[in-house]
């Protein structure tokens, strides 16, 4: 059977049907990734909290709620982040841990808080965050366990290039021993033969060559 | 009777059929190569292992980072980085085409002492590009299975990539890539619909325009460094090499030419296809929030609440698949040049290839224990790589200008022609002014 090297959309259904298995079966066994998430009903307002439940030292954490009103008349939603107390000076946090917003009725509102960063040298381990959730008078405190692991061994800038470009470099030795192995001496200096070698057919035509 | 020849070879037609020796003596760009049915212009094989180069986490990062920031105002740059991106892929067909050499001995030809500097540009940036694509993997596993390492996750992502180019089949190669490039492309179409991003919205993000936010000239050379990047520029011609896409008649010749311009046509289109709905989704859940994504786990977390989860899987399914095909094709690009510098067979299935895909391979671990996040990473180290391609850029320019390019020479008698000479400098004066740009934020200078 002769090697083809054009495909049109129909010729890939095989690989589509694997490519296909491989996005469902994520999408069916699979929890929410990377999330934290808790859901809070106060009278006709439900709420979900989502959140991160793991993040390097150093990098920000991202508290987001959408909140729907099913009642009919305006709710006032507010929701705010408490730090673990014992642990706070472990954590960049910005300067309101609060926001609120007024849902209309049948709507359906985000709030986040955005900004709250753990120490890029912060001790490893599970911190207990509290997450309130206000509707009116009623209020919910939810808790938001948040697992920080080992961040960047470097700080973030032009250091976060050049470490890992001085290991290339330095491996780049390896590959040339690897490489010396199988050229001609002094092969790197000059062109190599060229390549005229052809398909057997017009190829490049795909389909009208083959017909 | 010359006229009549050429109006015949002007047609394709075979009553005169050129020899060899016209390459050097036909009129320039006088021939008419055949028509292309829609079935072969939709043909995507070797436009996808473009494509896969364009797609990557670095697309990704820098698409993102201009949804949240920008909305869709920046959605141009990827058509106008990708003319010069065609440009210098093309001027590396051109010459493949007209010698059957290939891409480094351009460089060997300038100076042997380029061997050297391809040599290390090469290393650096195939394993750097490719670290950051096994990081972004490792991530998204890591966001699945909380209980997986990085390191683990990172190293079994590349070790597949390892396998299957162990494998040496470049068909196998090149309909996966194509398999794999519509899978994402519906993961983050998808993904963006659920999050009911504003369509209407992009239309007018591709009218070229500054935004009046600052901040915008750092984005645009990460983009420039991630849409014209240097393998990206040299690679095509290896794959018309494994698929032995060459003749020695100028016809076919020109024929192949015109073939091959679809093909990296559809790899610079499918980036700005796909930054589209990442572009959408950042400026839908990121932006209201000013919040610029650092990981994948910002997308994640931020998109499930307004698209669902299965829009915030998709997302990342899109990205590990957009990483690792990403991944693959910059071992591939990276092994194909060294092999090249040192004249060994350009071809998948060889032993030095395997070798330097597993030299590529094992640093791969180690380097992961850096954990840098992948998406700032990538935006650097595509701003880094746009002081590269233009010493690649300016080398490729003075090949293509030579005489002895024979028909493949620029001309200025045509206006198509003037339009592919002004094409080729444009991609050059582009890399030029992107380069010089970051070289003077780098070193503090104005």
């Given at each position: 059977m002769r090697a083809r090297f054009a495909y049109t959309l129909r010729e890939m259904q095989r690989g589509g049907y694997i490519i296909a298995v491989g996005v469902a079966i994520p999408l069916a066994c699979l929890s929410s990734a990377f999330a934290y998430s808790e859901r809070v009903e106060l009278g006709v307002v439900q709420t979900t909290v989502f959140a991160p439940d793991w993040i390097w030292q150093g990098q920000q954490v991202n508290v987001m709620a959408i909140s729907e009103n099913g009642g009919d008349s305006a709710q006032q939603v507010a929701l705010s982040v408490t730090a673990p107390a014992e642990d706070v000076s472990q954590f960049g946090l910005p300067q309101d841990l609060s926001v609120g917003k007024t849902i209309e009725p049948g709507a359906r509102q985000r709030?986040?808080?955005?900004?709250?960063?753990?120490?890029?040298?912060?001790?490893?381990?599970?911190?207990?965050?509290?997450?309130?959730?206000?509707?009116?008078?009623?209020?919910?405190?939810?808790?938001?366990?948040?697992?920080?692991?080992?961040?960047?061994?470097?700080?973030?800038?032009?250091?976060?290039?050049?470490?890992?470009?001085?290991?290339?470099?330095?491996?780049?030795?390896?590959?040339?021993?690897?490489?010396?192995?199988?050229?001609e001496k002094g092969a790197w200096k000059r062109r190599g033969e060229p390549y005229t070698e052809q398909a057997a057919e017009e190829r490049w035509f795909g389909d009208r060559a083959e017909s | 009777m010359s006229r009549i020849r050429n109006k015949l070879q002007r047609s394709g037609g075979s009553g005169t059929e050129p020899k060899a020796e016209d390459v050097t003596r036909a009129e320039p760009w006088s021939l008419r190569p055949k028509k292309l049915?829609?079935?072969?212009?939709?043909?995507?094989?070797?436009?996808?292992?473009i494509a896969a180069f364009f797609i990557g986490t670095g697309d990704i990062a820098i698409a993102s980072a201009m949804g949240a920031k920008f909305g869709f105002s920046l959605w141009w740059t990827y058509f106008v980085l990708g003319i010069a991106a065609w440009a210098l892929i093309d001027m590396a067909t051109r010459y493949y085409l007209r010698f059957g050499q290939t891409p480094m001995a351009i460089f060997k030809d300038v100076h042997p002492l380029f061997s050297v500097y391809m040599f290390v540009t090469v290393i650096v940036c195939a394993l750097f590009g490719s670290y950051s694509q096994w990081n972004a993997c490792a991530m998204v596993i890591t966001g699945f299975f909380p209980r997986v390492p990085l390191e683990v996750a990172g190293g079994v992502a590349a070790l597949t990539a390892m396998l299957f180019v162990f494998q040496g089949i470049f068909k196998r190669l090149e309909k996966l890539f194509v398999a794999i490039l519509i899978a994402l492309l519906v993961?983050?179409?998808?993904?963006?619909?659920?999050?009911?991003?504003?369509?209407?919205?992009?239309?007018?993000?591709?009218?070229?325009?500054?935004?009046?936010?600052?901040?915008w000239r750092g984005l645009f050379s990460s983009n420039a460094g991630s849409m014209i990047n240097a393998w990206l520029i040299l690679i095509y011609p290896y794959t018309l090499i494994e698929k032995k896409w060459f003749s020695h008649k100028l016809q076919e010749k020109v024929n192949i030419l015109h073939r091959a311009r679809f093909d990296y046509g559809w790899g610079v289109l499918a980036a700005g296809i796909v930054a589209l709905p990442i572009m959408a989704t950042a400026a839908t859940i990121l932006r209201p929030f000013n919040i610029v994504p650092k990981s994948?786990?910002?997308?994640?977390?931020?998109?499930?609440?307004?698209?669902?989860?299965?829009?915030?899987?998709?997302?990342?399914?899109?990205?590990?698949?957009?990483?690792?095909?990403?991944?693959?094709?910059?071992?591939?690009?990276?092994?194909?040049?060294?092999?090249?510098?040192?004249?060994?067979?350009?071809r998948m299935n060889?032993?030095?290839?395997?070798?330097?895909?597993?030299?590529?391979?094992?640093?791969?671990?180690?380097?992961?224990?850096?954990?840098?996040?992948?998406?700032?990473?990538?935006?650097?180290?595509?701003?880094?790589?746009?002081?590269?391609?233009?010493?690649?850029?300016?080398?490729?320019?003075?090949?293509v200008t030579r005489k002895d390019m024979g028909y493949f020479r620029w001309s200025f008698k045509r206006p198509g022609t003037v339009v592919l000479a002004l094409a080729d400098i444009f991609a050059i004066a582009l890399s030029i002014y992107v380069g010089w740009g970051l070289i003077k934020r780098v070193s503090g200078i104005g």
């Open positions: 709030v986040a808080i955005t900004g709250i960063v753990p120490a890029k040298h912060a001790p490893l381990g599970v911190y207990r965050f509290g997450i309130t959730v206000r509707v009116g008078q009623d209020e919910r405190i939810l808790e938001y366990p948040l697992k920080v692991i080992r961040g960047s061994l470097v700080e973030a800038g032009w250091w976060s290039v050049w470490l890992p470009a001085l290991v290339c470099l330095v491996w780049s030795v390896s590959i040339l021993v690897a490489l010396s192995r199988f050229a | 049915g829609l079935r072969t212009i939709l043909r995507i094989g070797g436009g996808s292992l993961c983050f179409f998808t993904a963006a619909v659920l999050a009911r991003a504003d369509w209407g919205a992009a239309c007018a993000g591709l009218i070229p325009r500054a935004p009046a936010e600052p901040g994948p786990a910002d997308f994640s977390v931020l998109l499930e609440p307004v698209a669902g989860s299965w829009a915030s899987s998709l997302f990342l399914i899109g990205l590990f698949a957009a990483a690792w095909t990403s991944g693959v094709a910059w071992w591939l690009g990276g092994a194909y040049a060294l092999l090249d510098i040192f004249n060994l067979p350009v060889t032993k030095p290839m395997r070798w330097i895909v597993l030299l590529f391979f094992v640093p791969s671990v180690p380097l992961l224990m850096i954990r840098i996040d992948p998406m700032y990473q990538i935006r650097v180290f595509a701003a880094f790589l746009a002081i590269v391609f233009p010493v690649i850029g300016i080398v490729l320019l003075w090949r």
